[in-house]
Antibody, heavy 118, light 109 residues
């Protein structure tokens, strides 16, 4: 059974940093692109970033480029999102999701809430 | 990276059909056959309903169907059931990135 479990969310002050993790199981992690998608309270889904299975390619939404870094450890079957210079508008539930580069997100984690507030 | 445009709401009675549109540009919806649709119930993670415009994952009822014409994709839910009441989002590949739609709340009357 495919499982994605996020962790690392919490309360952080504006300008602060946080690292999210997504532990994957039930599939060959290194064979899949992985994505982060976020959803602000009461708002819609927004794609944040993706990374190729071997970690060689990454891309970001313009709103997080230069502040967020996606990475993965295939030995640990874990996806990461390092978030720096956090802003109020980054406050959201962050989901990790499995998909090919072109989308079709077939498995999602339960989400991890990031709250940015002083 | 502008969000794809969806109507805020749609509704239908049980047994009826409802169609949701998703309008983008030639750089996303119109440029690739990589449109997908997601159903999200309150407090839950999204669920993939349609991928690559028309394909249904295993376990998704055939009441759900997708199509595309030019820069607009559509999701049709036939034979509406109470459990279909949810938010629906489209998504498209956009040449190196992905973009989601603004979301549509479907109400079963």
């Amino acid at each position: 059974e495919v499982q994605l479990v996020e962790s690392g969310g919490g309360l952080v002050q504006p300008g602060g940093s946080l690292r999210l993790s997504c532990a994957a199981s039930g599939f060959t992690f290194s064979s899949y692109w992985m994505h982060w998608v976020r959803q602000a309270p009461g708002k819609g889904l927004v794609w944040v970033s993706h990374i190729k299975g071997d970690g060689s390619r990454t891309n970001y939404a313009d709103s997080v480029k230069g502040r967020f870094t996606i990475s993965r450890d295939n030995a640990k079957n874990t996806l990461y999102l390092q978030m720096n210079s956090l802003r109020a508008e980054d406050m959201a539930v962050y989901y990790c999701a499995r998909a090919e580069v072109a989308g079709g997100f077939d498995y999602w984690g339960q989400g991890s809430l990031v709250t940015v507030s002083s | 990276q502008s969000a794809l445009t969806q109507p805020p709401s749609a509704s239908g009675s049980p047994g009826q059909s409802v169609t949701i549109s998703c309008t983008g540009t030639s750089s996303d919806v119109g440029g690739y056959n990589y449109v997908s649709w997601y159903q999200q119930h309150p407090g839950k993670a999204p669920k993939l309903m349609i991928y690559e415009v028309t394909k249904r994952p295993s376990g998704v009822p055939d009441r759900f169907s997708g199509s595309k014409s030019g820069n607009t994709a559509s999701l049709t839910v036939s034979g509406l059931q109470a459990e279909d009441e949810a938010d629906y989002y489209c998504s498209s590949y956009a040449g190196g990135t992905n973009v989601f739609g603004t979301g549509t709340k479907v109400t079963v009357l």
